[in-house]
């Protein structure tokens, strides 16, 4: 079996009043839907040339016709009642592939760049997890190799929690990691004004 190298990507279904809806709040649902198609295409462009298996998974179903061609990226559907039950079992399922290591990332990230991946796989030669943290106190990459269940239970997911409880976790379990510059999601009004994302500041 060949040891691959595979990134997962985490998306939302492109439906206006279920995504971003805290920044919704400020801008009406129409805005806040396309400030997210922005934020999908960056991601898009920030993935399309790294030589690694990519996957896209959707959260309610999959789409065939959008911007994630179907002979660049395998697309599947989020599994979970949760964030980390849907997190975890797409771990689970990339490394029963043969995965050698998996990276996981949202569309949430203006900052992230295709240097952040390539680094982020480079920290796992020597660790056995890294992570980019995001300003917000959660984080926007996750590195594995070898699948790690306890990551993914008991974790206050979306707070500002997340990224220390799951340093915890690593350190209980006695695990190397190293981490990434820290970013900034976009999920308020306020992570929207200080993005370069200048078409929907009004």
Known sequence: ??????????????????????????????????????????????????KMTKQVWYSDYIENDDIWENSEFDKLLQ????????????FEKAFTTGAQKVIIIGSDCYELKENHINRGLKLLDENDAVIGPSKD??????????????????????????????????????????????LNDIDTIEDLKSSKIQTFHQ
Do not use: C
């Open 79 to 90: 599994r979970g009642k949760n964030l980390g039950d849907r997190m975890k079992y797409a």
């Open 137 to 182: 106190g959660g984080y926007y990459l996750l590195g594995l190799k070898a699948f790690t269940p306890e990551l993914f239970s008991g974790i206050e997911w979306s707070t500002n929690r997340v990224a220390d409880q799951t340093r915890e976790v690593l350190k209980s379990h006695k695990l190397e990691w190293e981490e990434l510059q820290e």
């Open 1 to 50: 079996m060949t040891r691959k190298n595979i990134l997962i990507v985490f998306v939302k279904n492109r439906v206006k009043g279920k995504v971003k809806t805290r920044l919704a709040a400020d801008i009406g649902n129409e805005k806040a839907l396309k400030v997210y198609e922005h934020l999908l295409r960056h991601t898009f462009n920030t993935v399309k040339d790294l």
